[in-house]
C-alpha cells in the first residue's frame, strides 16, 4: 500500500488501516497492534452492529455486538459473503453497502422480519483499503424499533389530535396577546366567516366587530390568572348576523411574566341564546312571558343593596272589559288588541323597565324607582294605552280600550316578591271596583272611598 496515503477514520500510517489489523493480518508493527488492538476495542465496546465490508461484500471485521448475536468467532466470518451470511441470499436489495459503493445515501430504516425489529442500517466508506486493494466500507445496524414506536405513536397522536382540531364543531384557535388569529380550526372558520388565507391577518379585536365585551378585562384576566372560564362576548359577522360565543381560554408567560400566546376554545352560544329567548318571550305580544317575570323578579328582590328597596316596584294591568270584546267580535280581533295595548305599554315606559304578558289580557312590569315615580309611569302608561287603542287612532279597533293598573312597591307594601306581585293584583281588582280606567295604590277593600292616588 501507499504509505504516504492520507487515511480517515482512526486509521494510521503503519502501512496497514486498523481495520486490516483488526480483521487479524499478521504483518504488523508493535505500535500497530497495540492501535490496532484499541481500534477493535472501541468496536467491540459499542451496542449495535459494526461490520467493516469490504467492495465484494465480504466481512473483514464484526464487532462483539455482533458476533455474539451470530455465536461466532472472528476467524469463522473473515472474507464471508456478508448477504449470504447475514440475510441468507446472495444479493440483498437495497443493500446499503452497494449503496455507498454507488456514491448514494445509504442510511434507511427499514423493519426486520428475521429480528421483527426496525433497524436503521447505513454505511459509509472508510477511506482505506484491504490488503487486495478493495475499498473499506462500514456498515453498521442498530435497533431503533423504541425510537420507531414513539415516532409512530407520535404521528398517531398527532393524527388524532389533528382530526379532532378539524372535526370538532366548536372552534379552537390561537391567537397572539392583541388577538392576532394564529391558527384556527374549520369549526372556526365557519363560525367567524374567515378563510385559511385569513389566519395570520385577521384580529379578533380589531377586525370582527365585537360587542358586548370588555377586551381589555379579557386580557388582563389571562395575564392576572392565566386562564378566563366561560367568558362571553359577541360580534357582528360580515354577512351582518350577530354571534354569541362562550371562551375558555389560557395564556402563556415568558419568565419576565409578560402575556404571550393565547390558546382556547369557543363555542357557539347563539343558538342557546336564541332558544333562551324564545322561551322567555310571549309569541302574541313579543313581551317577556310570565315565567321569565317571575324568576327576573325573585332574583331582583334577591339582589337589592340593603336600604333600596323602596326602588323596586311592580304594575299589574288589566285591560277592561276584554272578554266583552273577544265575544262581540272574535278572538283574531282580541289578539290584534292585544298586540296593540303592548305596542302601548312598550312606549310608555323606560328601556330598563321590564315588560310582561302575564296571561290572557294581563301585564306586569317591573320597575326601578321609588313609588312616586312608579305613579308617574303606571300614569303615562294609562293615558298610552287609551290614546293609541281609541277607534280614532287605529281604525280596526272596534271600540275605546282602557286599562286598570295596580301599583305596589317592594319595602312599603310587601317585603317579598310573592307578596308584592300579590299586592300590585288586588289593588288593580280594586282599580275596577272604583270605575275602571284608573291607577289604584290604595287600601284593598269592597270600596274605593279613600283611594287617593286613583285616576279616572
Not at 105 to 125: D, G, I, K, N
Not at 310 to 334: C, M, P, R, T
Amino acid at each position: 500500500m501507499n504509505n504516504e496515503r492520507h487515511c480517515e477514520n482512526y486509521f494510521v500510517h503503519e502501512g496497514f488501516s486498523q481495520p486490516e489489523l483488526a480483521a487479524g493480518h499478521s504483518e504488523t508493527t508493535e505500535q500497530s497492534r497495540f492501535i490496532a488492538g484499541q481500534f477493535g476495542n472501541i468496536l467491540d465496546s459499542l451496542p449495535f452492529y459494526v461490520l467493516l465490508v469490504d467492495s465484494h461484500h465480504n466481512i473483514q471485521f464484526a464487532n462483539q455486538a455482533f458476533r455474539t448475536t451470530y455465536k461466532v468467532t472472528l476467524a469463522d466470518i473473515e472474507g464471508v459473503y456478508c448477504p449470504a451470511f447475514v440475510h441468507g441470499t446472495s444479493h440483498y436489495a437495497g443493500c446499503p453497502v452497494e449503496r455507498a459503493i454507488k456514491g448514494e445515501c445509504s442510511e434507511m430504516v427499514h423493519f426486520s422480519e428475521e429480528y421483527q425489529r426496525w433497524l436503521l442500517t447505513t454505511a459509509y466508506p472508510t477511506g482505506a483499503k484491504t490488503l487486495e486493494g478493495l475499498d473499506l466500507y462500514f456498515h453498521t445496524a442498530r435497533d431503533v424499533t423504541e425510537d420507531k414506536q414513539a415516532e409512530v405513536a407520535l404521528a398517531a397522536s398527532e393524527n388524532r389530535y389533528r382530526r379532532l382540531f378539524e372535526e370538532i364543531q366548536d372552534v379552537i384557535f390561537l391567537m397572539s396577546a392583541d388577538g392576532l388569529l394564529q391558527d384556527l380550526n374549520p369549526a372556526g372558520l365557519e363560525l367567524l366567516q374567515l378563510r385559511q388565507s385569513d389566519i395570520g391577518r385577521t384580529n379578533l379585536f380589531a377586525d370582527l366587530r365585537l360587542t358586548h365585551c370588555d377586551w381589555d378585562a379579557f386580557v388582563d384576566a389571562l395575564k392576572t390568572r392565566g386562564r378566563v372560564v366561560d367568558h362571553e362576548m359577541s360580534f357582528v359577522r360580515a354577512d351582518g348576523r350577530t354571534v354569541v360565543v362562550s371562551i375558555n381560554a389560557s395564556m402563556e408567560q415568558d419568565e419576565a411574566g409578560n402575556g404571550g400566546a393565547i390558546r382556547g376554545v369557543m363555542r357557539d352560544l347563539t343558538r342557546n341564546r336564541e332558544l333562551e329567548e324564545l322561551s322567555t318571550i310571549d309569541g302574541l305580544t313579543t313581551l317577556y312571558n310570565r315565567g321569565f317575570f317571575q324568576s327576573f323578579l325573585v332574583n331582583r328582590v334577591r339582589n337589592l343593596r340593603p336600604g333600596h328597596e323602596a326602588d323596586l316596584s311592580v304594575l299589574f294591568v288589566d285591560i277592561d272589559d276584554f272578554k266583552a270584546y273577544n265575544d262581540a267580535f272574535g278572538h283574531q280581533e282580541g289578539d290584534y288588541v292585544l298586540k296593540r295595548v303592548a305596542e302601548a305599554i312598550k312606549a310608555a315606559i323606560r328601556a330598563e323597565d321590564i315588560p310582561t304578558r302575564y296571561g290572557g289580557e294581563e301585564f306586569t312590569i317591573i320597575l326601578t324607582c321609588d313609588a312616586a315615580t312608579a305613579f308617574d309611569i303606571a300614569e303615562r302608561l294609562r293615558l298610552t294605552v287609551r290614546d293609541m287603542c281609541s277607534v280614532f287612532a287605529d281604525k280596526r279597533i272596534q271600540r275605546g280600550i282602557t286599562v286598570s293598573v295596580g301599583l305596589a312597591t317592594l319595602g312599603v307594601d310587601a317585603e317579598t316578591a310573592e307578596t308584592l306581585v300579590n299586592v300590585a293584583d288586588c289593588r288593580m281588582y280594586e282599580a275596577k271596583k272604583c270605575g275602571k280606567n284608573q291607577v289604584y295604590t290604595g287600601p284593598v277593600s269592597t270600596t274605593c272611598s279613600e283611594t287617593p292616588h286613583t285616576t279616572r
